[in-house]
């Protein structure tokens, strides 16, 4: 069974950087076709996506973050990261990773993290 | 962006008896393949969302099959065919078919 499992700081100072990881157990993540995600969600609100990172290790960003997201990934560790720059209180949310998976077709999001609460305070 | 509307924001639901809700899309969520980009997802209250449906009306492993989904193009809904105490949260749909990936803004489900 595939699990995903968040960590980082929950408090980030505004204007500096958001960085998060995010550890894949029950598969490797290099094996497969698969994207590896970070959705987010600020308190009551719906859900946005941020961006994602194939197993090659190509990504894909939403425009709207684009200028200041970078997703990668460490294959060694079976992790991948999420770091966003010149963070503001609207970057308050609770962040989420979460995996496509791939059988027949494309399954976007089959497993998700349990989510990790970031406030971006002084 | 494809924008995803969902209809209503809330519904208040009998247990053991049936519930839809609606989404469309601001374009067509077809592939070329003829498979069609659209999935409902149930957020229960501190967790995070869980996959229910995905190609419009397929269900991810593991789901009951109470849960359908039907629908093509740009309208798309969800049906609960007997709603269970457990089906209460905020159910999203989300289109697939072109970056950046969106999210209706929700449809919460209550019980009477």
Redesign the interface.
Known sequence: QVQLQESGPGLVKPSQTLSLTCTVSGGSISSGRFYWNWIRQPAGE????IGRIYTSGNT?Y???LKSRVTISVDTSNNQFSLKLNSVTAADTAIY?C?RDGYGS??????Y????TLVTVSS | DIVVTQTPLSLSVTPGQPASMSCKSSQSLLRSDG?TSL?W?LQRSG?????LI??AS?R??GVPDRFSGSGSGTDFELKISRVEAEDVGIY?C?Q?LE????????TKVEMK
């Open positions: 719906g859900l946005e996506w894909d939403n425009p709207s989420y979460a077709d494309w399954l976007p999001f089959d998700w993290g349990r989510g | 498979k999935c997802y967790h995070p969302p869980q996959p995905y190609g397929n991810f492993s999203y989300m697939s970056l950046p990936r969106t999210f209706g803004q929700g």
